[in-house]
């Protein structure tokens, strides 16, 4: 009846520029990850992009049971990691020629048994929600861990299961032999993957996953059974794990228990939380962050997972909604032009954390060169600095430098606190 | 006919502690029904055996002559029974307009599909409209439910209880903790929402009560005590002395 009154091409023009957006979007993404190797082409910094593209997928569909369904999981690295097992035996049955199939479908083996664990494991896990939930995939990650050393013939042993990926004769030219090529297929699958676990957002299992998450009980009084929404949502979620741990499999050719591992599903936890469970693109963010510490930072330093550490609780004492949070807010902010009121105390605390970080990294580095490396060289090299940390100087310089960018840090945080408040404030009105 | 709910010496204990202790109950087919009594006297126990949230510790319940006293909650709803809770119970991170348009979702067939969109669902995002309009929440339609004000979430509340179209709706408290002309807002849009349906309704308010209800009944110690026209209500003896309070007569 209303749309009677309105003139017909209202609904068109209210339409149009957000398929529009929606379009750049995804297109511009697409468009990114066929340029980046153009840019990016060094060995290492390929293998990291690779190993991004991976963890994107798995924390993405780690999301599906933590941002949308409610579901705090221990035991993700259960799914992905029996995906990538299975997919590395199938990998060993096409090169023995006892299987036809393409290497570049065969996340689809890892995602179609992964989902089929998540059948079997989320059957449990999904009776429940909250914390049982959460103390139930604990358990079943345990258990499936244990189970990589007692079944050795399946799950490789200590050693794990090895693999080649290039199999089969070369088709169009492609032989999964130079890395790059190993880029374009975990790319491919990364931007399929986050297409289809978008759209699956948006679906009603989608939208009532939400409803379940906010609150279960209401839930039930609008007919909706929450066990069989969460078990169809792990089991989904469980799907693209799978095809995660399958790409892991061909970029590594190797699968070993660490693939189904405590470390690995506290990793996609970390990684998701940091970039934001609220937002679909935030454990994209995450991912990327988490990777680069993991692999990036990792080959500069031991401390690097202490560094993780440190970062993640701050991330989750600052900004609990992730890194995907703080940019959304601050879009708000620069949409309605008060970013600039931000600048200067952004930058002061910014400023003052870059020092006080300075000081903690060095202090940190000359423990580890202390303990580890001093028999050798007592010289450590640190930020263009040759420091002797057998001599006090650099000891005192360090504690120094941590101390002063501790000490500026506190004003420049509370400056930036009431600068924010304030901003919000005026936000706020502009609603109103 | 079936009456569209039937209650048969129904009983509930938690441990030794009997709540409920045989009660009778028929409400007929389009009939606006009160549930009053004391604090205590069991109103909402009665709803949550109603609704399954509670299993019962003897007898039975039917809806439209089917007993569903062993049925669990979301297939009490599907059978076309619906309510609303004395204590907000909504979706407080989705919009108002996801609120509804998840209420409605399983009676239009969506059921627990992921092959299709959700925009792509016409019928739903109409129902959703059409719910918003009813319960005057449609200038609200992309907040988030949790930050409406109080008055706006108990109307959402009745705006996710009627939006799957149950022909049974129960409603526990809806006044409560409102002022007079929310009161009387809430009423009138009871009244219209309700229309051609059957409603059982717990109220402390006896304006509301008498304003709204065709029959009460009167629960007293996990007992009805009478169950009658709203008139014979106010000059039974029993209720008066049990309840409404002597002083008063």
């Known amino acids: ?67 949308q369904g409610g579901m705090l999981s221990f035991g993700h690295a259960v799914y992905s990691g029996l995906g990538a097992y299975f997919a590395i035996h199938a990998l060993n049955l096409i090169a023995k020629g006892a299987l036809v199939f393409p290497v570049t479908l065969l996340p689809l083996v890892g995602g179609v048994f992964g989902a089929l664990s998540g059948v079997i494991f989320g059957w449990v896990t999904t009776k429940k929600s909250g914390t049982t939930f959460a103390m139930i995939s604990l358990g079943i990650g345990e258990m499936v861990a244990a189970c990589s050393l007692m079944l050795p013939g399946f799950f490789g042993g200590e050693g794990g299961v090895t693999g080649n990926r290039q199999v089969g004769r070369p088709f169009l030219g492609i032989s999964y032999g130079p890395e790059i090529q190993v880029y374009y297929l975990i790319a491919a699958w990364m931007f399929v993957s986050t297409a289809v676990m978008f759209a699956l957002s948006q679906t009603p299992l989608g939208r009532i996953a939400n409803a379940v998450r906010d609150n279960p009980e209401r839930a039930e009084f609008i007919g909706y059974d929450t066990q069989v929404v969460r078990f169809l949502q792990l089991v989904l979620a469980s799907f693209f794990a799978g095809a995660s741990g399958a790409l892991s499999a061909i970029n590594f050719e190797i699968v070993t228990a660490e693939n189904v591992g ?18 679909f693109f935030g454990p994209i963010l995450g991912a990327v962050i988490f990777t680069f510490f993991a692999v990036a930072i990792s080959s500069a330093t031991k401390a690097w997972l202490l560094y993780l550490g440190l970062f993640f609780i701050a991330m989750v004492m600052f900004a609990p909604g992730g890194v995907a949070s703080l940019i959304v807010l601050n879009l708000r902010v620069a949409k309605a032009a008060l970013f600039a009121r931000l ?53 005192v310089g360090a504690v120094a430098v941590f101390v002063a960018g501790s000490a500026l840090w506190w004003p420049a945080w509370r400056w930036l606190r009431r600068r924010w408040d304030e901003v919000q404030l005026r936000l706020g009105e502009g609603i109103a | 006919m079936n009456p569209a709910i039937e209650l048969r010496r129904v009983r509930k204990s938690f441990g030794k502690t009997a709540v409920i202790n045989g009660v009778d109950l028929a409400v007929a087919r389009g009939e606006r029904h009160a549930i009053i009594g004391p604090n205590g ?37 599907r059978k076309g029974l619906s309510r609303s809770f004395q204590v907000t119970n909504i979706f407080n991170n989705l919009s108002v307009f996801e609120n509804v348009r998840c209420a409605a979702l399983w009676s ?18 109409r129902r959703a409209a059409e719910v918003l309009e009813e319960i005057g929440l449609a200038r609200r339609r992309d907040t988030p439910a949790g930050v409406l004000s109080y008055a706006e979430q108990r109307a959402l509340e009745i705006g996710i209880t009627i939006a799957g179209g149950a022909d049974v709706i129960l409603l526990d ?59 014979a209500i106010r000059a039974n003896a029993k209720v008066q002395a049990a309840y409404l309070g002597t002083a008063k007569a």
Request: glycine content about 10%; proline content about 4%; cysteine-free.
């Open chain 1, 1 to 67: 009846m209303r749309s009677l009154n309105a003139p017909f091409f209202v609904q068109t023009l209210k339409f149009k520029p957000l398929n529009v957006e929606r379009w750049l979007l995804w297109g511009g993404a697409a468009v990114v990850l066929v340029a980046l190797p153009l840019v990016v082409h060094k060995g290492f910094a390929l293998t990291l992009l690779s190993q991004m593209g991976i963890m994107v997928i798995f924390a993405l569909s780690y999301n599906m049971l933590l941002g």
């Open chain 1, 262 to 279: 405590m470390l690995r599903s506290g990793g996609v936890l970390v990684a998701t939380f940091i970039g934001g469970v609220g937002f």
């Open chain 1, 343 to 395: 600048v200067p105390a952004y930058g002061a605390a910014i400023a003052a954390s870059l020092i006080a970080l300075g000081g903690f990294v060095a202090i940190i580095e000359m423990i580890y060169h202390l303990e580890l490396e001093a028999m050798n060289d007592p010289v450590l090299k640190l930020f263009g600095l040759r420091l002797d940390v057998t001599a006090p100087a650099p000891w």
């Open chain 2, 41 to 77: 006297a069991g109103k909402s126990t009665l709803f949550n055996l109603i609704t399954g949230r509670h299993r019962v510790s003897g007898g039975g319940i039917y809806l439209n002559g089917e007993p569903i006293a062993d049925l669990k909650p979301f297939q009490i709803n």
């Open chain 2, 108 to 125: 239009l067939g969506y059921k627990y599909s992921f092959w299709q969109r959700l925009e792509a669902a016409a019928d739903a995002r």
């Open chain 2, 173 to 231: 408290e809806p006044t409560s903790g409102m002022n007079r002309s929310e009161t009387a807002a809430t009423v009138a849009l009871i009244r219209k929402v309700t229309v051609g349906k059957t409603l059982v309704i717990v109220e402390h308010d006896m304006s509301v009560v008498f304003d709204l209800a065709d029959r009460v009944s009167v629960l007293v110690y996990g007992e009805v005590i009478a169950s009658d026209a709203p008139a």
